[in-house]
């Protein structure tokens, strides 16, 4: 299922980090993981930094190749979801150092996040605001050349096992205008975690409290609402590379039960509800890959805005890989919804994705606005 390599979207050296990922994954990844993600999740950053893998989402030099960044989401999730997980953590995690930080913070931060040796984070959502930016609470105070912190954050991915956090904060007027980002060890004083949050595919997720904690700010007073924006918008094509790979994952394992499992005389395979499911997976995976793909292209080549084309392709191939996945566990049967069988896994596993980095309703109306300017004008 690597045919859609060879389209012009890709060059050379896309077609070679797939295979060489694809082949590393192989060797060094199961879809599934023991009790303790914790362990697991810093296991796999140190493989996936000693591999050289994680230098495709640290951009010390320059901005991060999306389009790799995508393959390498999709090849990853189609093995395991958490190695997904790890890797775009360190990514969306350092992103705001990649894109705005100053040359003394590139070099104090990055290297361990590309060699696997420091876990990163971004925490942006509160208790009461959610992502909303411009209702985040969370202060920041100018205080013998830094700053200091005090608020909460919550539902922060890799909280309680991070090195640093790149955080949002307020330091001037309400609304967004008035927000700065921070990067903030993780053993500073004052920062504690108040609560780790369990949820459906297992992952670090924890809720911080800041209380006095010191932190240096990234960029200028009042950009971080920007910062955090072009953080997000790098990453937000790579969330349905990551759906993508879920989707494939499920399309393989439905079509070797399918054409294994006995039905009378034939195989499920040879059922005509089957072939009909089986045909709508395929067109839904191949819509999902080309959306997202022209994306990830348009956001490298620069030719033009791609916003509506990465929301495009975030909400259809989250929502897509939902419906592929729902019809491989329903093809299964019982089985589809045993633990331990990678279907039910993917079923926990892509649900999340159609909320974080913007819900799907959020990506609708990214589209329809940029619709409606677009019309107006």
Not at 20 to 43: K, S
Not at 203 to 220: C, E, Q
Request: charged share 20%; proline share 3%.
């Amino acid at each position: 299922m690597t045919s859609h390599l060879d389209w012009p979207f890709f060059g050379p050296e896309h077609r070679d980090l797939a295979a060489r990922l694809d082949a590393w994954c192989a060797t060094n990844l199961t879809h599934d993981h023991g009790d303790d993600v914790d362990a697991e999740c810093r296991a796999l950053v140190s493989k996936l930094g000693a591999a050289g893998f994680l230098r495709l989402c640290v951009g010390a030099d320059k901005i991060p190749d999306v389009r790799s960044l995508a393959i390498a989401r999709e090849t990853l999730a189609r093995h395991s979801g958490l190695a997904d997980f790890a890797f775009a953590m360190q990514g969306l995690g350092s992103g705001a150092i990649s894109l705005a930080g100053s040359p003394a913070q590139k070099a104090q931060w990055l290297p361990g996040v590309a060699d696997g040796s420091a876990i990163a984070a971004f925490a942006m959502t509160e208790p009461e605001a959610g992502s909303d930016p411009a209702n985040l609470a969370m202060t920041a105070r100018a205080e013998g050349g830094n700053h200091v912190l005090d608020g909460e954050k919550t539902y922060i991915s890799n909280g309680g096992i991070a090195d640093f956090y790149t955080v949002l904060a307020r330091t001037g007027e309400a609304g967004s205008r008035g927000l700065s980002m921070f990067v903030v060890a993780a053993d500073a004083p004052g920062l504690t975690v108040a609560e780790r949050i369990q949820v459906i595919a297992p992952h670090p997720l924890a809720r911080l409290g800041f209380d006095g904690v010191r932190g240096t700010i990234i960029g200028a007073p009042g950009e971080g609402f920007t910062i955090a924006m072009r953080t997000l918008n790098l990453f937000r094509v790579t969330v349905g590379a990551a759906a993508l790979g879920f989707a494939r994952r499920a399309l393989d394992e439905a079509l070797s039960f399918a054409t294994r499992r006995r039905l009378g005389a034939a195989t499920l395979a040879d059922n005509a509800v089957t072939q009909a499911s089986l045909a709508d997976m395929a067109t839904r995976i191949d819509a999902s890959a080309l959306l997202v793909y022209r994306a990830a292209w348009q956001q490298d080549v620069h030719t033009s805005d791609n916003r509506r084309a990465a929301a495009m392709a975030k909400l259809y191939a989250t929502e897509s890989a939902q419906k592929v996945i729902d019809a491989a566990v329903q093809l299964h049967g019982g089985l589809g919804v045993t633990r331990g069988v990678p279907v039910e896994a993917l079923y926990r596993d892509i649900r999340a994705l159609r909320i974080y980095e913007g819900a799907s309703e959020v990506q609708r109306q990214i589209i329809a606005r940029d619709l409606l300017r677009e019309a107006c004008t």
